[in-house]
């Protein structure tokens, strides 16, 4: 069973950083990709951060220049850096890890609990 653990959430005030990190365990046999989304109070769900097999990456507009995403693969992690935070930055963050596991050779989206980033002065 692969289990995704995030850390470093919290509150921080405007203009402030935080990095987040999510690191998976279990039987993995290959990580296809990883990504970040978040969760704004009232709202939907929303792609902030990928970052694809061969490296590419891609961001959400608004957090384009202030957020970087990266990788380890031999870590089984993904961070998510986040500088010059706003106020419409809070939300619940959730990273999400494209996972082939040994013993079913399909690869399957897994998912961490969500952490929650407050930006507040």
């Known amino acids: 069973q692969v289990q995704l653990v995030e850390s470093g959430g919290g509150l921080v005030q405007p203009g402030g950083s935080l990095t987040l990190s999510c690191t998976a365990s279990?039987?993995?046999?290959?990580?296809?990709?990883m990504g970040w989304y978040r969760q704004p109070p009232g709202q939907q769900r929303e792609l902030v951060a990928g970052l694809h097999r061969y490296g590419d990456t891609n961001y959400a507009d608004s957090v384009k220049g202030r957020f970087t995403i990266s990788g380890d693969n031999a870590k089984n992690t993904v961070t998510l850096q986040m500088n010059s935070l706003k106020p419409e930055d809070t939300a619940v963050y959730y990273c999400v890890l494209a996972i082939v596991e040994y013993e079913t050779a399909y690869e399957n989206d897994y998912w961490g609990q969500g952490i929650q980033v407050t930006v507040s002065s």
């Open positions: 279990g039987r993995i046999f290959s990580i296809n990709g």
